[in-house]
Each structure stands twice: as structure tokens, then as C-alpha cells.
């Protein structure tokens, strides 16, 4: 993955593209990556999923040595940048750290869990927010009619640790701002009867 984007955390991304042109392009770009990242796992134990086994305090140079360049990085107010490697549009995990102005890494987080999605609740979430906190979504598209046709960004993940499912995240007609979220299964892994569970 060689597209990083660079939004600060007040929501102002370094780049001119448009927010849905950029998911659209950074979502092609992942499902490309990722493809080659399962090809490389048939010859040996990949990368993709095992970012989390750098420890904090390693140099995030060494990460992206490892594991790649992360698929968004977004700089900090206090000079720290956020660093997010995702699995979309395939896998069901984002793990994302804090990089300090040393250059060293802190703990990875899992993203795409039902808890980081709720804290769209609280406060405003720009689409640039959206982007830094769980990275390009799996899927873009519209939903709606007339004034209620709103852009829709679609993310894998295990609902309750358990269920494959996607959390769709409104951003309104122009696609600038999250109106409202909600999970449902995930087609892809939903066989009539089966609920869609983890076996």
C-alpha cells in the first residue's frame, strides 16, 4: 500500500482530492493490496494480519519495513501521528498506534469493533475523522431517495466478537459528515439459516 493520506486531527486532510473520490480510490487500492498479501500468506506466515506483533517502543521505520507502508496516517495536534494498517476490504480488523515524535510505536488498537464505532455518537465526525479512526472503508456507495440519498461507507468486522457483519456509516447526500451508523450481516458470510456466526 503506497497511498497514505495525511489528515490532521482537527479533521483538515493534506490532499485536494474529494472525500468520496479518495475512499473510492484507497478501497480499489486495498483490494489490490490485499490480494497480493493473500497470495504471499499461501507461501509463508503473512504480514497483513500479524502487525501486532511488534512490541511497543519499536521504531515505526522497522514496522514499515516489516509489514508495509500503513494504509492512513494522520498527524496528531501534539506532533504524534496515527498509524492504520487495515484488512478492508476482505478482513475484519484495522490495528492502528500512535507514533510519537521519537519515531517509536505505542500499543496497536482493533478498530473495527463495536465499541470504536460507537463513539460516533458523541461530537461531530467529519468524513476525514471517519477515515482516520478506522481507515478506507470495504465498500462506497449511495443509499436513499431524493433528499434522504446519502453516501454510504460499508466496514467488515465481527460484531460482538462474533458475528461477520458490516457497519454502514451515513455521510449524508454530499458526503462530508456522519448522519448516522448501523451494523447488518455481512453477505458474504451469511448462508440462509447459518445467523452468520464465527464457527
Not at 43 to 58: E, H, K, L, Y
Not at 136 to 165: C, D, F, I, K
Amino acid at each position: 500500500m503506497k497511498h497514505s493520506t495525511i489528515p490532521s486531527k482537527t479533521g483538515q486532510l493534506a490532499t485536494n482530492t474529494g472525500q468520496l473520490a479518495l475512499a473510492e480510490q484507497m478501497s480499489r487500492t486495498r483490494r489490490a493490496a490485499m490480494a497480493a498479501c493473500a497470495i504471499a500468506a499461501v507461501a509463508a506466515i503473512s504480514g497483513c494480519a500479524m502487525v501486532t506483533s511488534m512490541p511497543p517502543g519499536s521504531r515505526f521505520d522497522d514496522v514499515v519495513i516489516k509489514f508495509g507502508t500503513p494504509t492512513t496516517q494522520c498527524k496528531n495536534d501534539d506532533g504524534t501521528t496515527n498509524a492504520l494498517w487495515t484488512q478492508q476490504p476482505q478482513g475484519e480488523t484495522a490495528y492502528a498506534t500512535t507514533v510519537a515524535r521519537d519515531g517509536t510505536i505505542g500499543p496497536f488498537r482493533q478498530m473495527l469493533t463495536d465499541a470504536s464505532f460507537d463513539r460516533m455518537n458523541q461530537g461531530t465526525w467529519q468524513t476525514e475523522r471517519v477515515l482516520c479512526e478506522f481507515g478506507p472503508p470495504q465498500r462506497v456507495e449511495r443509499a436513499g431517495l431524493g433528499n434522504m440519498n446519502e453516501v454510504v461507507w460499508s466496514y467488515r468486522y465481527m460484531q460482538s466478537e462474533t458475528w461477520y457483519s458490516l457497519m454502514y456509516v451515513y455521510l449524508g447526500p454530499d458526503g462530508k459528515q456522519v448522519t448516522r451508523f448501523h451494523p447488518g450481516p455481512d453477505p458474504e458470510h451469511t448462508v440462509w439459516g447459518d445467523g452468520g456466526g464465527r464457527r
